[in-house]
């Protein structure tokens, strides 16, 4: 063969298994792997913040005090808290139901079926944590913690400063029973956050039935 002219550009055709497509194959998966940690990332943030603005929403129906200032709050309100989280699509559940049941034959296609799945298995998880690994909310004993937890306005950016634990029913009316018995809050709380350190993951969660548009897909 004649040799190539000079600065003349040659194709050359790399063969699959050479070390050099092996290296370009490595680094698209490296970056596939990224970009989809981040997406999940990204995707758990927003439903947390989704959750964590439910429960500053409706904190006022199960404070003892209307007083915007309270830093305190009782395990057993905390507890309140959960059940009404726990029961936020109740309604929607049964207005789905009153419409299917509205002509209902064996021909009727069901409506917003996957709507109803959804929920309803977000409500079977939910449930199934706060009575084992606990849900995840804001560290509500901790007093500058919650006073910033309360003006936070539901930004995803600021998020990152809010410390956040896991608390399951257990634990919640143990801390309860705690300060019947007249010992400190805080230190109950700081004794049960040592002993379950080990529960709190920083995994993804499966994304929770807040909107339509996350559940349908």
């Known amino acids: 063969k004649h040799a190539p002219a000079k600065g003349a ?11 050099k497509v092996k290296k370009i194959q490595r680094n698209e998966i490296h970056r596939y792997n990224v970009d989809s940690k981040q997406k999940v990332g990204a995707q758990r943030l927003v439903v947390l913040a989704e959750q964590l603005a439910w429960f500053r929403d409706n904190l006022p129906m199960v404070q003892e005090t209307e007083d915007d200032q309270t830093l305190t709050i009782s395990p ?34 069901k409506l917003h079926s996957s709507r109803q799945d959804a929920i309803e298995f977000t409500k079977k998880r939910e449930k199934e944590d706060f009575e084992g690994c606990g849900v ?26 809010i410390k956040v634990r896991r608390f399951n029913r257990s634990q919640l009316q143990e801390l309860s029973a705690a300060l019947k018995a007249g ?16 529960q709190i993951s920083s995994d993804a969660k499966q994304p929770s039935a807040t909107t339509d548009e996350a559940m349908e897909t």
């Open 9 to 19: 550009v040659r194709d050359k055709a790399l063969h699959p298994s050479s070390r």
């Open 76 to 109: 057993d309100a905390v507890i309140e808290l959960v059940e009404g989280f726990l029961a936020r699509f109740d309604d929607e559940l049964e207005q789905i139901e009153l419409k299917n049941s509205i002509g209902a034959g064996k021909s009727k296609r």
């Open 136 to 161: 995840e909310m804001p560290d509500w004993f901790d007093q500058e913690n919650f006073k910033y937890f309360k003006s936070w306005e539901g930004e995803v950016k600021y998020l990152q400063n």
């Open 183 to 198: 010992e400190s809050l805080r230190a109950s709380t700081d004794v049960n956050n040592s002993n379950s350190k080990s």
